[in-house]
């Protein structure tokens, strides 16, 4: 039996100038102590034909029928909702079902099975911590006052139902939240009008730091009228609640907005950063998933690595699958994940690369002739100590030759003219031009020589050149 601090004050939460049946004061009835009749049992007796003796036969009660239950159909949205404060001034918005789109909205909607007839259905927030039994919470329920006979008031929100169906829709639930220093005030009103749905008592008025402001649950009662005495509803149902409804400033949906490199060695530990929408860096973590194989890794940073609640800085982790062979990469799926609700961002695509193999004597080798040009002007360095040794930039291949060839070699394969005249001075007078103590880079004196030739356009070697002197 519950007792009567479990029995809502109904008359504290409607609207005084509405007529509407009031819970008696008897004991309220869980409807998992309704028994089935007894007297269904019956034991008759017949006569045996042949033999004359009774025979006594008992009959099988009839079938229990199932106890009536609530439950939701529709769950509230879990964070699309702002909650607002009272001195706003404005409305509190409805609160949407998690099916709603913006060509078809939907509400929270309950249905109590396996009855028919008057109930009343009460709604109240309660926190949303993992406790199977949550506290009654200080944040309130409202509702706009055309409502009518249901509604809100005292932050607590009652509805009438008797439909063929015995469903329910709310669709005009709003959350206004209390501020702080009103929390522990918000508690003592509830519990003045005993709405304490899982009978936890209020002892956490004692210490207000540890409720979530946040985020509730919506905790729905259902009170069914007692048959032949109406206006008495002393027949309730268990309380169930709704997946946590989390305030919409507080919880942004999760985006990546963008993410500085898409792909990462299977080894992991490759920096990347992401950008994204405004996430708790307490309450964020960046999965790597294969859809193929079902592996999943997580991205390692800490509360410092999240910049200003928009960008994350991580380190990949290691893919632990080799890649076929052949195969270069391997594509996997990154996605953010919100532990407090468990809910993910569209997921973007990573890829894996393979491992970096040593690399081979001609590999380095071909490297060097496709990037660049190892610079000397004799086969014995000493002889010039204080000439660098460089590796030119990338330039046309005639000049390469023009570098790496002894420049009286190439003076009967073509009218080079006065570039190379030029060159053959500059090389043959460097050694008369460099002192003892300074030291020259050696591309400087080229590039400005080979500036010289083009301006002139005097090379007939490269495309598109042409002597201007002609």
Avoid at 218 to 229: I, R
Avoid at 331 to 346: G, H, I, T
Wanted: with cysteine.
């Amino acid at each position: 039996m519950f007792d009567l601090l479990s029995i809502p004050d109904m008359s504290a939460i409607v609207t005084p100038e509405v007529e509407l049946p009031t819970l008696s004061l008897e004991p309220l009835v869980p409807v998992s102590d309704l028994s089935a009749d007894p007297g269904l049992c019956t034991i008759l007796t017949i006569t045996d034909p042949v033999t004359g003796l009774p025979i006594r036969l008992r009959m099988a009660p009839e079938p229990q029928k199932p106890q009536p239950y609530l439950r939701i159909i529709e769950q509230p949205k879990s964070n699309a909702l702002r909650f607002r404060y009272q001195c706003e001034g404005r409305g509190a918005g409805a609160l949407q079902g998690e099916t709603s789109t913006a060509e078809r909205k939907t509400f929270p909607r309950v249905q109590i099975c396996n009855y028919k007839g008057p109930a009343v259905v009460v709604v109240s927030c309660v926190t949303h911590d993992n406790d199977p039994r949550p506290r009654a919470h200080p944040h309130n329920l409202v509702s706009p006052a055309s409502v009518g006979r249901g509604g809100c008031k005292s932050g607590v929100c009652k509805e009438y139902i008797n439909s063929e169906d015995m469903t329910l829709e709310f669709q005009h639930l709003g959350i206004q939240c209390v501020r702080k220093k009103d929390v522990e005030a918000s508690l003592r009103e509830r519990r003045g009008i005993r709405v304490d749905p899982y009978r936890q008592g209020f002892r956490h008025m004692e210490n207000t730091g540890t409720i979530d402001l946040n985020a509730v649950k919506l905790c729905f009662q259902a009170f069914l009228e007692t048959p032949g005495q109406p206006g008495k509803y002393t027949t309730v149902l268990d309380p169930v609640c709704s997946l946590p409804v989390f305030d919409a400033k507080a919880k942004k949906e999760l985006v990546i907005m963008d993410i500085s490199e898409t792909e990462a060695p299977v080894e992991g530990g490759k920096k990347i950063i992401l950008l994204c929408e405004k996430v708790l860096r307490e309450d964020v973590k960046v999965r790597f998933w294969d859809p193929l194989s079902g592996w999943e890794g997580w991205g390692q940073f800490s509360a410092q690595g999240v910049h200003k609640q928009f960008g994350i800085s991580l380190v990949t982790p290691a893919f632990p699958q080799p890649l076929a062979p052949g195969v270069t990469r391997h594509r996997v799926r990154l996605e953010l994940v919100r532990p407090s609700d468990e809910a993910c961002s569209e997921p973007v695509d990573f890829y894996f690369t393979a491992a970096s193999a040593p690399r081979s004597a001609a590999s380095v080798a071909a490297d060097k002739e496709n990037t660049g040009l190892l610079v000397n002007i004799s086969d014995n360095p000493e002889d010039y100590p204080n000439i660098k040794i460089e590796l030119a930039p990338m330039m046309p291949k005639d000049y390469q030759d023009l570098l790496c060839n002894n420049p009286m070699d190439l003076r009967d394969s073509g009218n080079i003219g006065d570039s190379l005249t030029a060159f053959e001075h500059v090389m043959n007078n460097l050694s008369g031009k460099i002192s003892e103590s300074l030291s020259i880079s050696l591309l400087d004196v080229i590039g400005s020589s080979l500036d010289h030739c083009d301006d002139k356009n005097l090379d007939p070697l490269m495309p598109g050149s042409r002597n201007t002197e002609n």
